[in-house]
C-alpha cells in the first residue's frame, strides 16, 4: 500500500495510506464528506479539486487538474491533464503544501509477510514522554459504567496470530482471516522507528478504520509505580493534545483495560459520572466509547481509547475487536521503537567516545569536532529553510541531518592513523629540534672564542708583548669576538622568528641564505654549518608548522577516516556517512584533497562541512600552532576563499545570513 507523507504545510508530519486506486486532493471540506477517495488539505493555495493520483497497472500516476496556483512534481511543474508516472521518495508540490510518494514497498510489507520479532529492555514509561500533558486519574462512583461488551484481550490477539481458536465466541472464519490479514499488514508499521512518528500513522490508520471516531488517544502505563503518561491525543479534524490539558481515567477502566487485560465496549457513556467529573479534555458529552490494552509479552504497556459524542456512530461488535488488534501493534511498535531508541542511545555514545579518544590525543583541537557538527547541523537547517533557487529541492529531514551529525563528529577520526607528535607539532621545528639548534649555537659560540683566545696567547708567545700592547691587543680580539658573538645572536633570533607556522619564508630568505652558507670551525679545526640542508628546506617552505612529509601524513587522515568508516555495517540511512566525510577537505576548484574533486563532484554534505570546519579552525583559540582570529576575521578569511573559487558562495551565504557559526547550545 503506498501512501502520501506530508513534508511541509499545515498537514506536516500526517500520513495519508493510498487505500483506494484514485484519489482527489483538494480543499474541498464538502467534498471530503462526500467522496471517500478525496484527500483534504486544508491549504488556502490548494485548490477544491488540485490533483489527482490513480493506479493502473501496478503503476500510480499524478494528474494536474487545472488548479489556479498550479502544482510540480520534484520541481517540475505539471502540465494539467496530463498523467506523471509517480516514483519512490518524489516530492509533490501544492500551494505551501509538500508531500512525499511512499511507495508500497516502503511503507507497507504486503499481508503474509512473517510478523517481526524483537527483544528489547524492559518498558520504559519516561522515555516515552512527549509533552507535559498530564493523566488525572478519577476515582470510581458507586455507579458502575454501562460496559457493553468485554473480550479476552490476551487470548483474542492470540488467535489472530493463529495461537488458539475463537471458541465460544461466535466468530466467523472470514471475519478472523480478515482480520489476520489486517494484523499483518498494521505489524508492518513496527518499521516506523520514531515514536512520534509511529503515533501520527497509528492515529491516520484509526481514523481510516473508525471513521464515525471524533477522538482518539494513546497513554503509557508504569504500572509499579501506576503512573500514565499520555503520549498522543488527536481529534477527527487534525487536532492534537495541548501541553496544559489533561486525559482523564476512571479507575474501574484502569481496572478493567489494564490489570485484567480486558478490552471495553460502552455504548452509553454518557451516564457514567466519571466522564464529567474533571472540566477537562474529556468533559465532551462522549457516548460511545472502546477502549483496549497495550499488550507486549503479556505485560500492559499502556491503553488506546476511540471515543464519540454522536448516538448514529455507535461503536459494534467488530469495532471493539479491529480497535484490540491495532492494539496488539501499537504495543509491539512501542517497544521497537524504544529498543531503537536505545540502541541509538547506545550508538550515541560509542560515537562519542571515538571522538573523544581521538581529541586526547591532540588536546589543543579538543572539542572541535562536536564544535564543526554543531555548526553543520546549523548550515543544514538553514539550507532546508532556505528560498535560495539552488536549494529548493534539498530536504535535510531527521534521518538527513543525523547521518550529516555522525559524518561531521567522525570526520576527524582517521588521525588516529597519524603520529602524535605530528598532530601536536606546533612549530617548525619539534621542541628537541630547538634545543639542539641551542646547543649547536652555543657550541659555535664556545668554538669562536676557544680560537680568538688562542691565537691570542699564540701571538703572545710568538712576539713576547709588553703588558700594555698584550693589553690593546687582547681588546681587539675582545671586540671581534663580541662582533662574532652578536651575528651569532642575530641568526639564532632570525631562526626562531622563522620556526613559528604563520612566519613568512620570503620575509627571512635574505637572512636564512646567509646563516645557511655561515660557517665556524670546531675544536678539529672542521668547518660546521649552523643550518644544515635539512632544516634550511623547513624554514623554507610555505606557512605552516609542518613539512612536506608532514603534510602528507596529516592529510591521509582523510583517507583513514573513510577507510575505517566504510568498514561499518551501517543501514541505508546512515550509509552515505563514509563518503561525506571523506571529501570534507576538497575544494571546488580542485585544489582539495584527498582525490582533488571539483566543483559538483563534492557531495552537498561535504561542502557543507568543509565550511563549518574551516570556520572552527580559525576561531579556536587553543590550537598548539597558532592563536584563534575573532569570528570576524574568521568570516572574511572564508570569504577570501569563495572568491578565490574555493568554497561554495551560495553555501556560505546562507552561513553568514543564518549565523549558523553560533552556537545554539544553552
Not at 550509509?575 to 584533497?593: F, M, N, S
Request: proline share 4%; hydrophobic share 40%.
Amino acid at each position: 500500500m503506498a501512501e502520501l507523507i506530508v513534508t511541509e504545510g499545515p498537514h506536516s508530519g500526517r500520513h495519508y495510506p493510498l487505500l483506494a486506486t484514485a484519489v482527489t486532493l483538494g480543499r474541498s471540506r464538502e467534498q471530503h464528506l462526500k467522496e471517500d477517495d478525496y484527500l483534504l488539505l486544508e491549504d488556502p493555495e490548494v485548490s477544491r479539486r488540485h490533483l489527482r493520483l490513480f493506479l493502473d497497472q501496478g503503476q500510480w500516476y499524478v494528474e494536474e487538474l487545472g488548479s489556479t496556483n498550479g502544482s510540480a512534481l520534484s520541481g517540475l511543474t505539471l502540465q494539467p491533464g496530463v498523467a506523471y508516472p509517480l516514483q519512490n521518495d518524489e516530492k509533490l508540490q501544492l500551494g505551501s503544501t509538500v508531500l512525499r510518494f511512499a511507495a508500497g514497498d516502503e511503507a507497507f510489507h504486503l499481508p503474509g509477510s512473517p510478523e517481526p520479532t524483537f527483544e528489547s529492555p524492559d518498558f520504559d514509561l519516561a522515555n516515552l514522554s512527549r509533552a507535559s500533558a498530564s493523566v488525572q486519574v478519577v476515582s470510581a462512583e458507586e455507579q458502575q459504567p454501562d460496559v457493553s461488551m468485554s473480550i479476552d484481550a490476551t487470548r483474542f490477539i492470540e488467535a489472530l496470530q493463529g495461537k488458539s481458536e475463537l471458541a465460544g465466541q461466535g466468530q466467523e472464519v472470514d471475519l478472523v482471516k480478515r482480520m489476520q490479514a489486517m494484523i499483518q499488514l498494521s505489524l508492518s508499521l513496527g518499521v516506523v522507528t520514531d515514536l512520534d512518528a509511529l503515533l501520527s500513522r497509528i492515529m491516520d490508520f484509526v481514523f481510516e478504520l473508525f471513521p464515525g471516531a471524533e477522538r482518539a488517544f494513546v497513554v503509557a502505563v508504569d504500572e509499579k509505580q501506576e503512573q500514565y503518561q499520555p503520549l498522543m491525543l488527536r481529534y477527527q479534524d487534525g487536532r492534537e493534545l495541548k501541553n496544559d490539558e489533561a486525559i482523564a481515567l476512571s479507575t474501574t477502566i484502569i481496572e478493567s483495560v489494564i490489570r485484567n487485560q480486558n478490552a471495553l465496549l460502552l455504548k452509553d457513556a454518557m451516564g457514567d459520572r466519571r466522564f464529567g467529573v474533571q472540566d477537562s479534555v474529556v468533559n465532551l458529552s462522549i457516548r460511545s466509547v472502546m477502549c483496549a490494552p497495550l499488550l507486549y509479552g503479556g505485560k500492559v504497556l499502556g491503553l488506546l481509547q476511540v471515543d464519540s459524542s454522536s448516538a448514529s456512530q455507535m461503536f459494534i461488535h467488530d469495532d471493539l475487536e479491529l480497535l484490540t488488534a491495532i492494539s496488539a501493534q501499537i504495543a509491539v511498535s512501542m517497544k521497537n521503537s524504544h529498543f531503537y531508541q536505545e540502541i541509538e542511545k547506545l550508538f550515541e555514545g560509542f560515537v562519542r567516545a571515538s571522538v573523544q579518544a581521538i581529541e586526547a590525543r591532540d588536546p589543543g583541537t579538543a572539542g572541535h569536532s562536536f564544535r564543526v557538527a554543531e555548526y553543520t547541523e546549523n548550515l543544514a537547517r538553514a539550507v532546508d529553510r532556505s528560498s535560495e533557487t539552488d536549494f529548493r529541492s534539498i530536504r535535510f529531514d531527521r534521518d538527513k541531518l543525523q547521518e550529516l551529525r555522525y559524518a561531521a563528529l567522525l570526520h576527524d577520526f582517521g588521525k588516529v592513523g597519524v603520529r602524535e607528535h605530528v598532530l601536536t607539532k606546533a612549530k617548525r621545528f619539534y621542541p628537541y629540534e630547538i634545543r639542539l639548534m641551542r646547543q649547536r649555537f652555543r657550541y659555535a659560540r664556545a668554538c669562536i672564542e676557544r680560537q680568538v683566545y688562542q691565537e691570542l696567547v699564540e701571538r703572545q708567545s710568538r712576539e713576547e708583548l709588553d703588558n700594555r700592547s698584550f693589553k690593546r691587543l687582547k681588546e681587539e680580539k675582545e671586540a671581534e669576538l663580541q662582533q662574532q658573538i652578536t651575528e651569532l645572536n642575530h641568526f639564532f633570533q632570525a631562526i626562531m622568528a622563522a620556526i613559528e607556522p604563520d612566519a613568512d619564508p620570503g620575509q627571512y630568505e635574505a637572512h636564512l641564505s646567509q646563516i645557511a652558507d655561515y660557517r665556524f670551525r670546531d675544536v678539529h679545526e672542521e668547518p660546521l654549518p649552523l643550518l644544515d640542508s635539512f632544516e634550511f628546506s623547513v624554514l623554507s617552505h610555505a606557512r605552516g608548522s609542518l613539512n612536506p612529509e608532514e603534510r602528507r601524513e596529516i592529510e591521509s587522515h582523510v583517507s583513514h577516516t573513510f577507510d575505517f568508516l566504510r568498514l561499518i555495517p551501517w543501514t541505508e540511512k546512515f550509509a552515505g556517512i563514509p563518503d561525506i566525510a571523506h571529501a570534507h577537505h576538497e575544494k571546488l576548484d580542485g585544489t582539495g584533497y584527498p582525490r582533488g574533486l571539483q566543483a559538483e563532484a563534492i557531495p552537498l554534505p561535504s561542502r557543507i562541512m568543509t565550511i563549518a570546519d574551516i570556520y572552527d579552525a580559525l576561531t579556536a583559540g587553543d590550537r598548539p600552532y597558532r592563536d584563534g582570529v575573532n569570528s570576524e576575521q574568521a568570516l572574511a578569511i572564508i570569504d577570501d576563499q569563495v572568491k578565490a573559487g574555493k568554497l561554495d558562495g551560495k553555501l556560505f551565504k546562507v552561513f553568514l545570513e543564518a549565523e549558523a557559526y553560533k552556537s545554539r547550545k544553552t
